[in-house]
């Protein structure tokens, strides 16, 4: 049999009728034949043939009636034979004709047991497809059209000013267009300015435009830092286009019906998200709640807990970091007897962050036998006793008994004692002393940096400033041996507790002292715009670095930082740094150029920034 056989029953399967009764889709017909090419299955005029009025034509192998037919010469069957295989096949369900089709006529004959074969099994085949496809078509019911969704729900907001709307529209634009790899030039990267835009439509309380919201969406699902500004300026009709584009299914807050966040007033429906809703629903229903009302999400997660997988409870105790109080202890001393170590982890991380719970009480203790007071010096200086052995008790209070690879095991559970202890208990240890005082304190036997390392870890846990401060030291202090730490990564973690015009302030004193190299790290935590202080700090080392002949691409990352970060009041300042130099004799080939070339960016991007403060402002 021809290997189009089978093509032609696929394409025709009665599955897939003339017209689609899910989505409404026509299937075009066959090519219509002309009068004269009209020929029934199995007719045996030749196209173009045309008959005479009122001469009938009968199928092949069909006889008048009460006409007998005598065996043909070649042997073959008589047509009363074949009339009647023709009509076997006919009767053979769907399945069979396929089966028959994909294996071959001559291995698989379409007919019923004990039925002979027709002689040309193929056409017959075929045949009965057809009559299977007409049947299946002429019973297809029209589909009943979907009811049409209902209006997104109003949004109150003034609509963006017309200037702000073709802003918008030029920057989702450019988001989409292909980037060019190279040299960067002057024009300003307008990509990394949408997540400005729409923190200030935002706070300036405007709602998008309709025609912009899928190219807003677009945006969102490529880039996950910008999901929360857009999906608020993208407002109720953002999440109402969500539901009917699963490409914009992460912008749903609700079941995998596409349906919205339940009233939270409804406890009925909260409980039933909760309980019946995917994971990531369950998690962001849980940081919601939590976030309004603290104990309402504790008592939910209350009610499931034992049931939980421990991977999923990890992630739930890991939302009542938000609003955490001493309400919570209860909860969490239970689950320190957890059967997963991470969750039990977890669980003391929480209940040290409360100075006043039992577990602190007892890390304390721990921690006061093994730091102490140098009673030998008068307790001008500190004594360390590392512990000797992690017993089971302190395991169920968080301590890992078993370290990384490198470390002592004494120096890693002196670590995780005290960063669980509360910071106010080495101030009345070491007799009422400041915390600047206690960390000034010298160090026996090179516990020093074991011990400040700690103290850092649990002033960022327990969101302590003043041994913030302290830990930090001066700006201007060499960056190794100094008092408190030297780590950039830790700097950076205690000055994010730091009030902002503080943090700031600190960090320009920094970049002053020890320049560019070192700060990349601390900029990254301060507010935008950079305050006026860190601002000419940063201008004036990027200023320096240029004229000692420095290679400029390797501050293109603070630069790329200070496009996006600076007062856009200074671009006016900083015009004059946009001139090109003269090559100085030994500075890296060509870069006076790049050098100006990034300057222009610098300008061209502030006052863009400048232009775009101003088209929002209503």
Known sequence: MPRTTADHLTADAPTAPYGNAASGTPVPPREATT???????????????????????????????????????????????????????????????????????????????????????????????????????????????????????????PPLPEAARHRLAQLLADRAAPSGAGRRGTAPDLTELIPQWLATANRRGFRAPAALVPALLDAARARTDLRPQALAFAGPRGLWLAGLNPEWKFALRGGASGSLWPDLTDQEAVRRLWEEGLFAERIALLDTVRTREPAAALALLATTWPAERAEDRLMFLDSLRTGLSGEDEPFLEQALSDRSRNVRATAAELLSALPGSALAGRMAARASSCVSPDRSGGGASIAVEAPHECDAAMQRDGVVATPPTGRGERSWWLGQLVEATPLGV?????????????????????????????????????????????????????????????????????????????????????????????????????????????????????????????????????????????????????????????????????????????????????????????????
């Open 426 to 618: 080495w101030e009345e240890r070491f007799g009422g002393r400041p915390a600047e005082d206690v960390v000034a304190l010298p160090v026996a036997d090179e516990w020093a940096a074991e011990l400040h390392t700690a103290w850092c870890r649990a002033a960022v846990r327990q969101r302590d400033p003043r041994w913030a401060r302290a830990l930090l030291g001066a700006p201007s202090a060499p960056l190794a041996g100094g008092t408190g730490t030297s780590s950039i990564a830790e700097r950076s973690k205690l000055l994010a507790i730091l009030p902002t015009t503080e943090r700031a302030s600190w960090i320009a004193d920094f970049i002053a002292a020890h320049g560019l190299s070192e700060a990349f790290q601390l900029l990254g935590v301060c507010a935008v715009p950079w305050a006026g202080p860190l601002g000419r700090a940063v201008v004036d080392a990027l200023d320096i670095a240029r004229d000692g002949g420095s290679y400029p691409w390797s501050f293109s990352g603070v630069m790329g930082l200070a496009e996006r970060c600076l007062d856009p009041a200074e671009a006016d300042r900083l015009e004059v740094l946009t001139a090109a130099q003269d090559e100085q004799e030994g500075a890296s080939p060509g870069a006076g150029g790049y050098w100006s070339e990034a300057f222009q960016r610098l300008v061209s991007t502030l006052r863009l920034r400048a232009a775009m403060e101003a088209e929002l402002t209503p």
């Open 35 to 157: 009068p004269s090419e009209t020929v029934p299955p199995g007719g045996d005029t030749q196209p173009g043939e045309a008959t005479q009025p009122g001469e009938d034509i009968q199928p092949r192998g069909a006889t008048q009636p009460g006409e007998a037919t005598q065996p043909g010469e070649d042997g073959t069957p008589t047509s009363t034979g074949t009339s009647a295989a023709a009509s076997a096949v006919t009767s053979l369900p769907w399945e069979v004709l396929v089966t028959a089709a994909l294996l071959g006529t001559d291995r698989r004959p379409p007919v019923p047991p004990g039925t002979p074969a027709p002689v040309d099994a193929p056409t017959a085949l075929l045949d009965a497809a057809a009559l299977h496809t007409v049947r299946q078509r002429a019973g297809l019911l029209p589909a009943a059209s979907e009811a049409r969704p209902e209006p997104a729900a109003p949004d109150p907001r």
